[in-house]
């Protein structure tokens, strides 16, 4: 897709350069900045068309992993990854890394060092990695780091997260130039895993709610549509923020439309709203149905889990009572009242495995997307089970 296809925020990205690069006294954004929205909204969009460029523009090296890029590779190897492209690209860094001690010499003019000696336990450790390209380009170093949460589900990715604590701290020592690190997520309580314990890589790490694509975006999305009739931004942006500042939901909307040619132009407006609605209402039906086809204990499981929150301890006695609370609320008849453990343990394997949970490597659950709790709560399945 070409830039011209993006709306483009660039007062946003020049106020998030200034609070990425330019620390003030006593700001925890050394520490890392997270940035936050729901999902579908525009983040990693935004991340690449609009952050990455003002930071350039700005003086900084970037970096960009995106730990969904591929899922079938480990989130730490991304990482890994990230960093040794940034200095395979740089034929002095390599030569310079090359003659590093410990490494074999290598012949004069001719680099030979290989990229692969970087990683975790490795020659050439993540933080000597970024000490010499800090080194050779004398630039602030900008990491983003797409769907961070990812990271935390694997040993190796909350390896990776640690050592680039160990970076970053190295980095931003006054020897260095500085390395930030920008982690993008959607989901709020997933991040505030990675930030909030003392043991955790972000401890203190600021919290940014990235704002929702606005009214601007819907003018520039109206002029650009090219239907038969054009449609009213007023009225389109109303139709966006109730479907929840999804951008592609008006797309397929507007596809509807094109495709369909037996709707005349004086009718496009109200078709463009229905379709709209369909495309928002027919997301939620998928994901009700796969909560309908739960078991009564995945069901309770869930439900409990959606109600206690961030509290959310699975196999604490108190937890095993609002389960058998859940069954009964659903007025469910069982045959075996009383739940156990291996019981807990197979319907959060199976709720995983519906995506409906998620789960960290050290054993924390969490409900995949807020969207599941707000429909739950929609349906009264959450009450008294706190
Ligand atoms: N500034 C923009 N201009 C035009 N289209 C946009 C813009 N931002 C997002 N979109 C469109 O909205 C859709 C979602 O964008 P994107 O993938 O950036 O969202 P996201 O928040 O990163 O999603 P996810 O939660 O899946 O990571 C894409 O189809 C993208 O093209
Ligand atoms: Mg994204």
Redesign the pocket.
Known sequence: ?SQK?????RTLAARLTKLITQVAVGSAAASGVFLT??????????????LRPALEEAGAIVLYADL?KDPTKDPGAVIVETVREAIGCDEKLMSRLAIAPGLEAVSVGRVSFNVNNIGLGKEIGLTKAFEALSDEAKKLIVLII??TQHAITTDEGVAALFALKAARDELNSSKHYGLRIVC???NQNKLAMLRNSSEEAFFGASMVQ?PM?DKD?VD??CKGLDLPHDLYPFDVFQLFQESGY???IL?AAADGIRFDLTVGPKAILVRFAELVRAQAEALNASLKMVIHSLTPIQSAVICVMGAKGEGFAPFESSTMELYAKAIANAGIATSEPRIEVPDVQLALMALQERKLVWKTSRGVYTIEEQVIVDLLREDGLLDDLV
Do not use: C, H, Q, V
Not at 5 to 9: A, I, P, S
């Open positions: 897709m296809n993006f709306y483009r925020r929205a729901p999902r579908r909204t525009g983040k990693s969009t935004f991340a690449r068309e609009d969904w797409d769907e993008i997520g959607s990235l694509l975006f520039w999305y999804r951008p592609e797309s």
